[in-house]
């Protein structure tokens, strides 16, 4: 078991309700080229009610004819029918899922998986510190418009990053300025109150912000150090990193939540094959502290 604590944002690791072994047809009602290999999809259920899901779940996403893959939804939760995934071409699955035209139909089976513990985080007025790598932030973006729900979009937002949970910091590291997902969001939520700090390993001769890895951003930013938690999300090896950086800075270990994936098919815990160590990463996971117990496993050489 997970050396959670008293600390433990998640929910509940037990199945969602609804979450089902056969897909439902969802239409795609809209398509968003984010960057060269990457693509939002708006997607609607054919028919039933509407899905119900917390930040940082995820769906098994079914290209017809292809194949499955797991893929987090991208929009906060309470948006009606409509669920945004965020997706990568990489591969046959990913490729086929980013060509769907508007009124293509895909197969949705979720949600599935422990979410980030956005309520209980608002409500404990803790300071917070995002932390995303890459496509990392498209599973982070549910919660930080959670957070940052009610604040005033104005300039300079309600000052010092304070948002519903106290302050908030949104910590982005993409390759390349032309790798920069949810552009307008970032801004936003700067509008908002938020800390947002953006850095590319190579930039261009336009850049004028950070360079370098996004790990080395969590020294410009404040946090109260008995209390604050942190959501990370991206490469395991920037995790591992941005972990330890926190860790340095005197956040707990059990308040760091990390956002795994492993070879997941099945989304219920059946059939093993995102196991990590005594952990099923679609049932225990994606969402978990970075306690002793993660932190080994992490730092385990695989063989």
Not at 49 to 78: D, I, K, W, Y
Not at 146 to 174: H, I, N, S, W
Request: charge should be negative; glycine fraction near 12%.
């Amino acid at each position: 078991m997970v050396d959670a604590g008293p600390a433990t944002l998640t929910s509940s690791s037990a199945v969602w309700p609804g979450a089902s072994f056969v897909p439902s047809l969802y239409r795609v009602s809209q398509r968003r080229r984010m960057t060269e290999d990457v693509v939002t999809l708006t997607v609607e259920p054919l028919e039933g009610p509407p899905m119900a899901f917390r930040a940082g779940q995820f769906n098994m996403l079914t290209a017809l004819g292809v194949g499955e893959v797991p893929v987090s939804m991208s929009n906060p939760p309470g948006a009606e029918s409509a669920l945004d995934h965020t997706i990568r071409d990489v591969g046959p699955v990913t490729h086929a899922l980013c060509e769907l035209p508007v009124g293509g139909l895909l197969g949705v089976r979720g949600p599935f998986g422990t979410d980030w513990g956005v309520e209980k985080l608002a409500a404990s007025g803790r300071d917070v510190v995002v932390v995303a790598g890459g496509i990392g932030l498209a599973p982070l973006r549910g919660a930080v418009v959670q957070l940052l729900a009610g604040k005033p979009d104005e300039p300079g937002g309600a000052g010092a990053g304070t948002g519903a949970a106290g302050r908030l910091a949104v910590l982005v590291g993409t390759r390349s300025p032309g790798q920069v997902l949810f552009e307008e969001d970032l801004e936003r939520w700067q509008r908002q109150g938020a800390q947002v700090e953006l850095s590319v390993d190579v930039a261009e001769s336009a850049w004028n912000g950070h360079v370098g890895v996004v790990t080395a951003l969590v020294t410009l930013v404040r946090f109260d150090l008995d209390e604050a938690a942190a959501l990370v999300c991206g490469p395991e090896i920037m995790i591992r990193f941005a972990a330890r950086k926190l860790i340095d800075r005197g956040m707990a270990a059990e308040r760091i939540h990390v956002s795994l994936e492993r070879n997941m098919q099945c989304g219920i815990g059946l059939c093993g094959h995102c196991q990590l160590g005594p952990l099923l990463l679609c049932r225990d996971g994606p969402v978990l502290p970075y306690g002793r117990t993660v932190a080994a496993l992490m730092a385990e050489k695989e063989r």
